[in-house]
């Protein structure tokens, strides 16, 4: 079946450390892949997104590169922010219109 | 705003109570799905919906019913409420499939009590 797995949170960093956030993923067949970002007290946001293998979703400073051969879209930042502080959300979308989350990464970013 | 837009935004249920929570888009968006989001459990796919007239039942659909009568309501109705039901519940919308990113309304939070 499909499931996303993600590295167990809480993350804790200081302002302008690196981040890295693990994901992997199970699929059938090719799927798209996916990081949301969610703010306090809102709705989920798309951060980036890849659709095939190799591809590389960039936004906001944000990179995440899809691995085909490891099964991995792991989502990197060179120097976080406090305003980067939120619950980050790895999904893949496959055939069948499913979507799967993983359970969340909450990241807490120290002044 | 173009968005997503979920009402109401808290409500308290007794247990046994119904109720229908909204969502409407104005995005003319084809694909529309209610989640429930609880801790440590990431977003479970509730109900889905491929365009008017059209729902299927995603990863846990019991005790919730939906339907589309329009491409841009998407009701969820809570037949029978119970405490396992207490959650957040997200209503999202995306262009024809998923793979193009899903946009979110902003949540209801919902007790049962």
């Known amino acids: 079946g499909n499931s996303v797995t993600q590295m167990e949170g809480p993350v804790t960093l200081s302002e302008e450390a690196f981040l890295t956030i693990n994901c992997t993923y199970t699929?059938?067949?090719?799927?798209?892949l996916f990081w949301y970002v969610q703010y306090p007290g809102e709705g989920l946001q798309l951060l980036l997104k890849a659709t095939k293998a190799d591809d590389k979703g960039s936004n906001k400073g944000f990179e995440a590169t899809y691995r085909k051969e490891t099964t991995s879209f792991h989502l990197e930042k060179g120097s976080v922010q406090v305003s980067d502080s939120a619950v980050y959300f790895c999904a893949l979308s496959s055939i069948g219109n499913q979507f799967y989350f993983g359970t969340g990464t909450s990241l807490t970013v120290i002044p | 705003n173009a968005g997503v837009t979920q009402t109401p935004k808290f409500q308290v249920l007794k247990t046994g109570q119904s109720m229908t929570l909204q969502c409407a888009q104005d995005?003319?968006?084809?694909?529309m799905s209610w989640y429930r989001q609880d801790p440590g459990m990431g977003l479970r796919l509730i109900h889905y919906s491929v365009g008017a007239g059209i729902t299927d039942q995603g990863e846990v659909p019991n005790g919730y019913n939906v339907s589309r009568s329009t491409t841009e309501d998407f009701p969820l109705r809570l037949l029978s409420a119970a405490p396992s039901q207490t959650s957040v519940y997200f209503c999202?919308?995306?262009?024809?499939?998923?793979?193009?990113?899903?946009?979110f309304g902003s949540g209801t939070r919902l007790t049962v009590v």
């Open positions: 699929a059938t067949g090719y799927p798209s």
């Open positions: 999202a919308s995306s262009r024809e499939r998923p793979n193009y990113g899903y946009t």
């Open positions: 995005m003319n968006h084809e694909y």
